[in-house]
């Protein structure tokens, strides 16, 4: 149900339960989500037997700008922050006791001239009933109020791990004075990581709406794209959909756009390769693209043709790609390893490469061989939820990352678990210095097709994903099935597209420009 307060991007409450949403059209989330979430993560604490009195300390993201000038760069929480307690504002700390599970924030103490610069001011009691806590103090009166919640003998559990996709540590809380308080940063990452790797029925349906949203902005794309665009024109397209549309202020990460050669390069879009390209009429798009609402984020890649018509190449690798896809959908539920999806994957998708002439021999022997890697090299999927690669995909307790080229890209080695969230992306590349290795080297060489294989140099590639719940008995699609995915539905939805008003962007600029 959408609210109905117009005042958008903030918490608000009524008859005692606060929900955040961005307008009628969007979804409503009650601050429920995050008391559910401390409960799970105080239950998983009781085993480790800590010190009594001992309190959860969590610090959230600070404010920051452009270097050393003062352009703010737009806020977004830290993430093991905000899956604990919802805040949605700069310089916070939380603490939660784990007897009793009581729930304390601080808030910055802001001067007076603050609502002069960025609005009304808000207390402490104020922010209390908007996020639905027992009390909120200010980050000055934490040394006294930490010192009664601990009684001088418990601990405050602080967070300390690294992130294994990304290598960094995680921010943990310090604040003038913890040198007086006993500290144990050992026992809590692993704990909330694994919180975070199960989702609950509300954070679900966060996700489920952000897919949605994501999925509709990607139809938008297919239906206006136009051969002599730019990528980056697509991408704005896709922004543009998913804020106004979705109340989606963040993307999940930035946005691949990659046309031509460019599909082949696995995260193109990034400040050296900005989505700059001017698309050509026979070109493969491919188009991974992601918003994220309320922190949840998507991760969706769809790949068409530009002129909304596949060649007879572009069928052959979009349908083994597909199959690759559709083989591993079918296979997931809990118990079935991540491993073995993704040797699935490689499998399925062989299969199609060899009826489309790519490849050659024995299926069994190119499983042998790896072959699966020189056209994917990258993992199957990952974890998805508050990061887009999210965390606890190699806990210490879990199976440990795999070495194979290919394989030793999968950013989690899982058993997958119901309600566990995962993307589903195999894909298919053509990238020289992979074939080329390739070639060199006999044992795969064999099996590849030269006049394919050169006739394919320069195609860029292509990259089907979906977002996924594992549920009992298999999965769901995230976005309710509203992805064209067959190369039949892929062609209708940009034939509508063509049917309806031309945009031709060099005439537009002309004409903004008054020439």
Same mark, same amino acid.
């Given at each position: 149900m959408a609210s109905n307060?117009?005042?958008?991007?903030?918490?608000?409450?009524?008859?005692?339960?606060?929900?955040?949403?961005?307008?009628?059209?969007?979804?409503?989330?009650?601050?429920?989500?995050?008391?559910?979430?401390?409960?799970?993560?105080l239950k998983r604490l009781v085993k480790h037997n800590p010190a009594p009195r001992s309190v959860v300390l969590l610090q959230g993201g600070e404010d920051t700008t452009r270097y050393s000038a003062d352009a703010d760069i737009i806020f977004r929480q830290e993430t093991f922050f905000h899956w604990s307690f919802g805040v949605l504002e700069p310089g916070w700390f939380g603490a939660l006791e784990l007897e009793t599970g009581k729930t304390v924030l601080f808030c910055p103490r802001l001067p007076a001239e603050y609502a002069v610069w960025m609005g009304a001011i808000i207390t402490p009691d104020e922010f209390r009933r908007r996020y639905q806590v027992d009390d909120v103090?200010?980050?000055?009166?934490?040394?006294?109020?930490?010192?009664?919640?601990?009684?001088?003998?418990?601990?405050?559990?602080?967070?300390?791990g690294v992130n294994t996709d990304s290598g960094k540590t995680t921010l943990e809380a310090t604040f003038d004075g913890i040198s007086q308080f006993r500290v144990d940063n050992a026992i809590l990452h692993d704990?909330?990581?694994?919180?975070?790797?199960?989702?609950?029925?509300?954070?679900?349906?966060?996700?489920?709406?952000?897919?949605?949203?994501?999925?509709?902005?990607?139809?938008?794309?297919?239906r206006k794209i136009r051969p002599g665009m730019k990528e980056y024109q697509l991408e704005a397209i896709f922004a543009h959909h998913t804020y106004y549309h979705g109340g989606c202020r963040h993307q999940g990460y930035t946005n691949i756009c990659g046309s031509g050669c460019n599909a082949s390069v696995l995260h193109y879009g990034h400040a050296g390769a900005p989505n700059t390209r001017t698309i050509t009429e026979r070109d493969i798009c491919l188009f991974d693209m992601g918003a994220e609402y309320y922190g949840y984020t998507s991760d969706i890649t769809c790949s068409f043709p530009a002129n909304g018509k596949f060649t007879e190449d572009q069928k052959i690798i979009y349908n083994a790609v597909l199959s690759a896809s559709l083989a591993v959908m079918e296979a997931v539920r809990p118990g079935v390893s991540w491993v073995e999806m993704h040797r699935l994957a490689y499998r399925a998708m062989l299969t199609k490469l060899k009826e489309g002439g790519v490849v050659q021999g024995d299926?069994?022997?190119?499983?042998?061989?790896?072959?699966?890697?020189?056209?994917?090299?990258?993992?199957?999927?990952?974890?998805?939820?508050?990061?887009?690669?999210?965390?606890?995909?190699?806990?210490e307790s879990n199976p440990p990352r795999p070495q194979e080229p290919g394989f030793r890209s999968l950013r989690t *080695?899982?058993?997958?678990?119901?309600?566990? #969230?995962?993307? @589903? %992306?195999?894909?298919?590349?053509?990238?020289d210095h992979v074939l080329d290795e390739a070639l060199a080297n006999p044992v795969q060489a064999r099996f590849l097709v030269p006049e394919a294989i050169a006739r394919l140099r320069g195609f860029g590639g292509v990259r089907?994903?979906?977002?996924?719940?594992?549920?009992?008995?298999?999965?769901?699609?995230? *976005?309710?099935?509203?992805?064209?995915?067959? #190369?039949?539905? @892929? %062609?209708?939805?940009?034939?509508?597209?063509?049917?309806?008003?031309v945009f031709v962007p060099q005439l537009q600029a002309q004409q903004k420009l008054g020439q």
């Open positions: 307060d117009k005042t958008p991007a903030a918490p608000r409450y009524a008859a005692g339960a606060a929900y955040f949403d961005m307008g009628e059209h969007t979804l409503r989330v009650p601050m429920t989500l995050h008391a559910e979430n401390r409960q799970r993560l103090h200010y980050v000055d009166e934490m040394p006294k109020v930490l010192r009664g919640m601990t009684e001088d003998s418990g601990s405050l559990l602080t967070l300390r704990e909330i990581a694994e919180c975070r790797v199960i989702k609950t029925k509300e954070e679900l349906e966060v996700l489920k709406f952000a897919a949605t949203v994501s999925a509709a902005a990607h139809k938008a794309v297919m299926l069994d022997e190119m499983m042998k061989a790896n072959l699966g890697a020189v056209f994917q090299p990258h993992g199957l999927g990952h974890l998805l939820g508050l990061d887009v690669h999210d965390v606890g995909g190699y806990l *080695a899982r058993v997958l678990q119901e309600n566990m #969230v995962l993307t @589903i %992306e195999p894909g298919c590349y053509f990238i089907i994903e979906d977002d996924i719940v594992v549920t009992a008995d298999g999965m769901e699609d995230l *976005a309710q099935g509203t992805i064209p995915r067959t #190369v039949e539905e @892929i %062609e209708k939805l940009m034939a509508e597209g063509r049917q309806k008003e």
